[in-house]
């Protein structure tokens, strides 16, 4: 099966831009992780949706973090405007139920 | 939340040696996973473990649920095994399907 496609592989922004990363989840599971996960971190969640809800957002920043799942497949997170501190690699993840866990690639965007 | 910690933060191998990772939580879980961080940043699910022992090939895990720590064994280890390996919980309830990732062990095996 075709795994979570994520792009870009890379960005470099300046601080106050804005910036979109895209994600296509493995067909067929109905939910969908952004994870982030700075240098020398373990990923941390950022926005969790089933199909096309939102399941937890504790912990997006949503002064400058949007994130969508259009008719419950792919996913768009944006970041406007851009800190250097949001300088990390953003993690898409989709599972089928609890167990099935499968990670994109990743973005790695750095902010300078 | 509930807490992972994870040691060695650090360990280097040479090649043929074996190892033992640990990670600690701090809550009962319903969901236990290892993954292995290769150098391109690729997480890779190595294990799905939230109680019991499971192996494949020259890697397996125990987790102990009721004392509340998993361990990974590396067997004959390879340069290819270095990397990140991270263990993630999800404890129930309310955080639905989130995984709450430790800090990670970086293992480096020499030729």
């Known amino acids: 099966e075709a795994g979570v496609a994520q792009s870009p592989r890379y960005k470099i922004i300046e601080k106050r831009q804005s910036v979109a990363f895209w994600c296509n989840p493995i067909?067929?599971?109905?939910?969908l992780y952004w994870y982030q996960q700075i240098l020398g971190q373990g990923p941390k969640l950022l926005i969790q949706?089933?199909?096309?809800?939102?399941?937890?957002d504790s912990q997006l920043p949503k002064d400058r973090f949007s994130a969508e799942r259009l008719k419950g497949v792919d996913s768009t997170l944006k970041i406007q405007p851009a800190k250097l501190e949001d300088s990390a690699v953003y993690l898409c993840?989709?599972?089928?139920?609890?167990?099935?866990?499968?990670f994109g690639s990743g973005t790695r965007l750095t902010v300078v | 939340g509930i807490q992972v910690e994870q040691s060695p933060p650090d360990l280097i191998l040479q090649e043929g040696a074996n190892s033992t990772l640990r990670c600690n939580f701090s809550?009962?879980?319903?969901?236990l996973q290892w993954f292995h961080q290769n150098p391109w940043g690729q997480l890779i699910n190595l294990f799905y473990?939230?109680?019991g022992t499971k192996q494949n090939g020259r890697l397996s895990a125990t987790t102990v649920a009721t004392e509340r720590y998993s361990l990974l064994y590396i067997s004959s280890s390879q340069t290819t095994d270095s990397g990140v390996y991270f263990c993630?919980?999800?404890?129930?309830?309310?955080?639905?399907?989130?995984?709450?990732f430790g800090q990670g062990t970086i293992l480096t095996v020499h030729p």
């Open positions: 993840a989709s599972s089928l139920n609890v167990v099935g866990y499968t």
């Open positions: 067909s067929g599971h109905a939910t």
């Open positions: 949706f089933q199909n096309n809800g939102v399941v937890d």
């Open positions: 809550d009962s879980v319903n969901n």
């Open positions: 473990i939230p109680s």
């Open positions: 993630a919980v999800n404890a129930g309830g309310t955080s639905y399907g989130k995984l709450t």
